[in-house]
């Protein structure tokens, strides 16, 4: 056997093998998803968009009224060569999350009586455990920081894997009981391990949530863990969607965060998956134009 034919071609062998290596590990050209990032961007009442295609390490920075940079926090977060909008999402393990201080949330601090607010983005969860998407909710420091937010599964009042939309104006619990009680639910699950579009809006009376784009109104029902408080020895009956929400929403601090929220346990609710893109506006976006926004990513 002709030892140096054979060296020769396992040489060529592993030249081959290394050069798909570093292809594969190259970043592609992906072409962004431009007639759903312009839906958005063209909506009135757009504040921001963050679509998650810059590399680990770096802020992940928006289009609209500022760019908004959000800050790594606790270890880089990959970007993953998959979602609807840019193309890319970012990877959250249920550690780590992105943050952006209060003082430097300006249009995306909206509070006030009278004040709407939306927020949509595109997901796809693990399904393992509660996950907050984004806003302004921070449920410990000071008693409560709460002000809006996006979640998937709040279950402790019927919310369990379902799209939360979160308000608060005081921050802090709802009285009488010992957490905030005032989110809409969605009637739909949100499924495990696919492409979700998932939205709630606040127009300051009534709290909505939307998956894929489809408004689902719940019929009023008894609230789990309800009973036995003071002025509710049966239990508490309401519609989980639409919440009826008239207070309005606080100017209480908190920080924007994606992906986590300060508990008192410390930084919790760790969304779990991908996310392709995240949303604000200052204003209640109608049935109509989140079914177009979700229309797009599902196309």
Known sequence: MNLGFL???MF???SVFWTLQSISAQDVKIKPDKKLIRAITSSRGFVALWKFDEQPGTPRLATGKSSFPLQEVQGNIARINEGPLSGY???????????LPNASTGPLNIHGSGSEVT?????????????FVG???NEYQDGGKRQYGLFISLPHYNGRDQVCGHISKSGKPTPPFPYSIDYSASQQ????????CVAFTYDGTYIRS?????????????IRNTKGFEGYPEGLIQSKNPYYFPDGMGNN???FTVGAVLLQRGMGNFFKGLIGGLAVFDRALDDDELKKISDRMVK
Not at 89 to 99: A, H, P
Not at 189 to 196: H, L, Q, T
Not at 211 to 216: A, L, S
């Open 7 to 9: 060296k020769a071609g």
């Open 12 to 14: 060529t062998i592993l």
């Open 89 to 99: 999402s970012i990877m959250l393990d249920g550690s780590n999350y992105l943050m």
């Open 119 to 131: 927020v949509i983005a595109f997901v796809k969860w693990t399904g393992e455990q509660t996950g």
């Open 135 to 137: 806003g302004m909710w």
């Open 189 to 196: 699950i949100v499924p495990a391990n696919e492409w979700s």
């Open 210 to 222: 939307y998956f894929n784009g489809e408004f689902v109104e719940r019929e009023s029902e008894l």
């Open 253 to 255: 601090g908190s920080d």
